[in-house]
C-alpha cells in the first residue's frame, strides 16, 4: 500500500519520525480493520441461524428422519457445538484483527534501501505486483512502474505488520 507522501513527510521519515498527517491516515486504516470486522458480525449471526435451521427443518420435515435424528444423541451434540466454535473461531479473529490494527496503529518506521526490480506474479485473483528493494518485498494490486522505474536506486521508508507494508515515503537516490 502506498501512502500518498507530501515532502514534510519525506523530512520527517529521513529524520526518523513519522509525521502527524501519516499517523492520522494509519490510525485510520487501523480503524478500519476493526470496524470491518466488526460489521462481519450480522452476516455470522444470519448464516448460522440460517444453516443450523436448514439441518433443523430437514431432520425435522417427517417421522423418519426425526427418528434417524434422535437415535444418536451425538447428532444433537454437533448441532449444539456448531455455536460456539464458530462463535469461538469469530472471536479469535477479532483478536487477530485488533492485534493487526495495533500495529498499525503503533507504527516502527522502517527502511528498505537498494535497487529496484520488479515482479509479476498471476493467480485466479488476478494479478500481484511486487517491487523489491534490497531485500524487501512489496505487494500491490495494481502495476506501480510508473512509481518505481525497475533499475533505479530507491530509498523506502515504510511501516510493516504482520500482512502488509505500508509505503509512507520514498525517494530515488543517485
Keep these: ?58 431432520s425435522l420435515s417427517n417421522e423418519s428422519t426425526r427418528r434417524a435424528f434422535f437415535a444418536d444423541p451425538m447428532n444433537a451434540i454437533v448441532l449444539c457445538a456448531t455455536v460456539p466454535v464458530v462463535l469461538g473461531i469469530y472471536g479469535v479473529s477479532a483478536i487477530f484483527a485488533k492485534r493487526r490494527a495495533d500495529q498499525i496503529a503503533n507504527p516502527v518506521l522502517k527502511i528498505a534501501e537498494g535497487t529496484i526490480t520488479l515482479d509479476e506474479e498471476s493467480s485466479s485473483v488476478g494479478p500481484t505486483y511486487f517491487v523489491l528493494v ?25 511501516s510493516e505488520t504482520s500482512m502488509l507494508k505500508i509505503i509512507l515515503s520514498y525517494e530515488f537516490l543517485r
Design 1 to 58: 500500500m502506498l501512502y500518498e507522501f507530501t515532502e514534510e513527510d519525506l523530512r520527517s521519515n529521513q529524520r526518523g519520525f513519522i509525521t502527524p498527517a501519516q499517523m492520522k491516515f494509519l490510525n485510520g486504516f487501523a480503524k478500519g480493520i476493526v470496524a470491518s470486522h466488526r460489521g462481519g458480525w450480522p452476516v455470522i449471526i444470519f448464516f448460522l441461524v440460517l444453516g443450523l435451521g436448514m439441518i433443523l427443518a430437514m
Design 134 to 158: 534490497g531485500e524487501d518485498e512489496f505487494k500491490f494490486g495494481g502495476d506501480m512502474s510508473a512509481y518505481f522505474p525497475e533499475g533505479q536506486k530507491c530509498r523506502i521508508f515504510y
